[in-house]
């Protein structure tokens, strides 16, 4: 039995698609059999990012209304280390049934080592059906103190939700972004979220290209050492922990 987890944020644009995606990517290299469900109805990029914009057919509303069986709609990105995911809808579809969504993320756990879920920004419905079959939820911030107090405030919802497995990822960390909000250091991150850390990603030209022209960079490059040392600690292994000074 895999684990479903639930990638969120509160804020958007925070790199929760870019974060689900390398992340896959490097579970996926490492032996773990990933597949990632995008929920940002009418947002997609996965498509996008992993190479196969052109390939949609078949997606998450399609397996929900019972348009399509789940497998049809599963894509295997084979530019992006043969990673699978299923799309979100292109457009905004009438609502997702919830009910549904949980028996497809508990079919998908019996035959992946992990699921990734990746949330919608914000805390409507959407990301209540996000978290309804998680078993833990990875919470994204980057250092800035509107996303870091979003964050806590998913935290807590997660918490009242029952969710309280929970890891924090700070993602576009640079100097600039601490000067610019003065926060002291990771510490003053983890403090306000008051979540555990899972991992820091710097900013990066190397990751925002993916989400630009769907490139792929070397996983020689520091920033995707970094991820792929996030995905290592995910899975439990004792990866020690880069310790930035800006
Ligand atoms: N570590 C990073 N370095 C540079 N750009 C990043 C990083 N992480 C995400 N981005 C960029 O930030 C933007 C938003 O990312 P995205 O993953 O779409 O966010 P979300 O899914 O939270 O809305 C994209 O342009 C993406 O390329
Ligand atoms: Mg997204």
Redesign the pocket.
């Known amino acids: 039995m895999g684990k479903i987890i639930v990638?969120t944020?509160g804020?958007?644009?925070?790199?929760?698609?870019?974060?689900?995606?390398l992340l896959g990517y490097f579970l996926k290299k490492n032996g773990k059999k990933t597949i990632i469900i995008e929920l940002?109805m009418g947002?997609r990029?996965l498509d996008i990012?992993m190479g196969t914009e052109d390939e949609i057919s078949y997606d998450l509303s399609d397996i929900l209304s019972g348009a399509c069986e789940p497998y049809k709609a599963i894509r295997t990105a084979e530019k992006f280390g043969g990673l699978q995911f299923i799309p979100a809808p292109g457009t905004v579809t009438s609502s997702l049934d919830t009910e549904r969504f949980v028996a497809l993320c508990i079919a998908l756990k019996k035959n992946y080592d992990y699921v990734l879920v990746?949330s919608?920004?914000g805390i409507g419905e959407l990301f209540r059906i996000a978290l309804r079959a998680a078993d833990e939820a990875l919470i994204?911030t980057?250092p800035d103190m509107v996303c870091m107090r979003d964050a806590a405030n998913v935290s807590f919802i997660l918490e009242e939700e029952g969710l309280s497995r929970q890891k924090l990822l700070i993602?576009?960390?640079s100097k600039s972004a601490f000067k610019k909000s003065g926060i002291r250091d990771l510490d003053e991150i983890i403090d306000v979220v008051g979540v555990q850390l899972v991992g820091v990603?710097?900013?990066?030209?190397?990751?925002?290209?993916?989400?630009?022209s769907g490139k792929l960079s070397s996983d020689d490059l520091d920033?995707m050492k970094e991820f792929s040392n996030i995905a290592k600690r995910i899975c439990g292994e004792d990866v020690p922990l880069h310790i930035y000074k800006y």
């Open positions: 990638v944020s804020k958007g644009g925070v790199g929760k698609s870019t974060v689900s995606a940002d947002l990029s990012m990746d919608p920004a994204v980057t993602n576009k960390l990603a710097e900013q990066s030209d190397a990751v925002s290209d993916l989400s630009a920033v």
